[in-house]
């Protein structure tokens, strides 16, 4: 009895199952049928394709209204420049608005690292964009890129006093390398120079002059270094889509919500702001509408928040901020690796953890090139001849480059010190170190952000770089 009840269960089963098979094959021949209908002219649709029409009328409504979606996400998706005319007015509006803020906090996404030949992510030839064409994408070594102008941009602006935060959602590491203060930074998305102990507490921290994901991806975050204070195995800081990022340092997500919370002013610049809009905490959505700060979007492509935007310029990143910032009336240095706070701040890898890595190392490239040969007394670059006093103090620069590196992470006093490390000593040193709390030269452990065993209570270290 209880067999055949069962058997008859499975019939039922199999036979509602078969019917949805059927069904949902009659719509999709339906839907065909009407697509091809619909692309004919009118005049060519003959008395059968239109009683199909009238027979159809929920069909039709859904496929105009995929074609409609589908009109719209190429239209957003669709780089464009504003006319010449357009962009030198919205730009001195843009900086009329930077000269007036009072508190101005930077948003920045891949748009603002395309100029030194990073690839962005939802552009024509991006990263997401190719994935989805199914065409395949090509990888570059990211170490070989340099802060653009808008990097070093924003630092200006910042030593001006007219930027008091940026968030950045790269992880190229570039605008660390400008010399922006930490405590004025958040890269939300990581740093791929950076990895940290999470068994220390307070989060120890590894600069590095080479890119440490190598060994690493989705929720998969283990470096095969470990930490010199307590053993366990090193984490990148990256952030990958769809997880979660868990690191006080360097997402400093607590930094940029209370930037935000103070901000009368936001500055988007090379962000698609599809991922960054969803975080509230940093549009002020909670504040009354007239009270929420004003927003400005520097971007090629259409974003969601071009609605809400007091200001939307069409232009490439670096083109607009050299137009503001000759209104402003600030000249922007350019890069210049002599002062790159990474080269300063990297911790060398020892000897048994050379085999972890096989990516270039920075250091590595300044010293091959501060040790090329300098016999001839005239080389040619670009068809031209360079003197030999300009190659004597190109060589000077780099040679200095080299010396305050490799001296930065010896402790004062002696190279032999035991445990030295970079950034400070291993608990149990006697060597005085760089980053000692005033007043405490003694305190074991210290490496920057706290000590190893114990941490003054009085004394709070500044996060600024």
């Keep these: 009895m209880v067999i055949a009840v069962m058997a008859d269960c499975r019939e039922v089963r ?38 199909a029409l009238q027979q ?18 190429i ?65 570059r070594d990211l170490t070989e890129a340099q802060p ?35 405590s004025c930074l958040s890269e939300v998305h990581g740093n791929m120079y950076i990895e940290v102990c999470k068994a220390c507490k307070p989060q120890h921290e590894y600069v590095r002059d080479f890119d440490v994901t190598e060994r690493t991806g989705l929720r998969r975050h283990g470096t095969k270094r ?20 868990n690191l006080d340092w360097p997402l400093n997500w607590k930094g ?17 702001l599809k991922i960054l809009r969803k975080y509230q905490a940093l549009w ?69 953890e050379l085999h972890t890595t096989s990516k270039k190392h920075l250091l590595s490239s300044i010293r091959v090139a501060a040790d090329d040969d ?12 360079v003197s030999e006093e300009a190659i004597s103090d190109s060589r000077a620069v780099l040679s200095s480059v080299v010396k305050s590196v490799c001296c930065a992470n010896t402790p004062p006093g002696g190279t032999s010190a035991p445990g030295w490390f970079g950034k400070g000593c291993a608990a149990g040193s006697n060597a005085p170190a760089a980053n000692t709390p005033p007043g405490d030269t003694s305190a074991p452990g210290w490496f920057g952000k706290g000590c190893a065993k114990r941490r003054p209570k009085k004394f709070k270290m500044s996060s600024s770089y």
């Excluded at 930490?227 to 979660?244: A, K, P, W």
């Excluded at 300098?374 to 001849?385: E, H, K, L, M, W």
């Design 56 to 73: 159809s009328p929920e069909v039709v409504a859904e496929i105009q209204n995929r074609a409609k979606k589908r009109a719209k996400n």
């Design 226 to 245: 470990f930490c010199r204070l307590c053993g366990e195995e090193l984490v990148d800081t990256i952030v990958h889509f769809g997880e979660t990022g």
């Design 256 to 272: 940029a919500v209370r930037a935000a919370d103070k901000c009368d002013t936001i500055l988007c610049l090379g962000s698609s």
């Design 284 to 352: 002020g959505i909670d504040r009354k509408p007239r009270l929420r700060p004003k927003l400005y979007v520097v971007n090629l492509q259409w974003t969601p928040k071009d609605g809400a935007a007091t200001l939307k310029i069409n232009g490439r990143c670096d083109n607009v901020m050299r137009l503001v910032m000759d209104d402003l009336g600030l000249p922007v240095p350019p890069y210049n690796s002599s002062v790159d706070p990474l080269y300063r701040l990297a911790v060398p890898l020892l000897p048994h």
């Design 75 to 139: 239209h957003n998706k669709t780089e464009w420049e504003d006319l010449v005319d357009v962009l030198e007015s919205k730009c001195q509006q843009l900086a009329e608005a930077i000269r007036n803020a009072k508190s101005l906090v930077v948003y920045t996404g891949a748009g603002i690292s395309t100029a030194a030949s990073i690839p962005d992510y939802r552009g024509p030839n991006g990263v997401w964009t190719l994935l989805q064409q199914g065409k395949s994408v090509t990888t």
């Design 148 to 182: 653009t102008y808008t990097h070093m941009a924003i630092k200006r602006l910042h030593d001006e006093g007219l930027v008091k935060h940026a968030l950045s959602q790269n992880c190229d590491g570039l605008h660390l390398r400008t010399g922006l203060p930490r």
């Design 14 to 51: 199999k036979h509602l199952q078969l019917n949805e098979i059927f069904m949902k094959e009659e719509v999709q021949a339906r839907l065909k049928q009407i697509t091809r209908i619909l692309k004919k002219d009118a005049s060519d649709r003959s008395e059968e394709d239109l009683l």
């Design 374 to 385: 300098d016999d001839d007394n005239a080389v040619t670059t670009n068809g031209g001849n």
